[in-house]
Nanobody
């Protein structure tokens, strides 16, 4: 059974940092692109960052460029999201997912975890 477990969320002040992890089990995802999404209260889930299966290409939504960094460790079947210079508008539940398509084909992602809450106070 495939399971994705996100961790590393929490409460942080504006300007702070967090590192999210997404550990996968039940299947090897080393040949899949991966992505991080987030959903704030009352809003639709949105793409945050994506990474190719090799890690050689990364993609970010404009609002996090220069602040967030996505990376992966295929040997550990884990994807990371380093978040720096956090802002209150980054508050959301963050989810990781995988796709056999390109990282920016948002509708093609599948296998979702339960998410991890990130709260940024002003």
């Amino acid at each position: 059974q495939v399971q994705l477990v996100e961790s590393g969320g929490g409460l942080v002040q504006a300007g702070g940092s967090l590192r999210l992890s997404c550990a996968a089990s039940g299947r090897t995802f080393s040949r899949y692109a991966a992505g991080w999404f987030r959903q704030a209260p009352g809003k639709e889930r949105e793409f945050v960052a994506g990474i190719s299966w090799s890690g050689g290409s990364t993609y970010y939504t404009d609002s996090v460029k220069g602040r967030f960094t996505i990376s992966r460790d295929n040997a550990q079947n884990t994807v990371y999201l380093q978040m720096n210079s956090l802002k209150p508008e980054d508050t959301a539940v963050y989810y990781c997912s995988y796709t056999t398509d390109t990282p920016t084909h948002y509708a093609a992602y599948f296998y979702w975890g339960q998410g991890t809450q990130v709260t940024v106070s002003s």
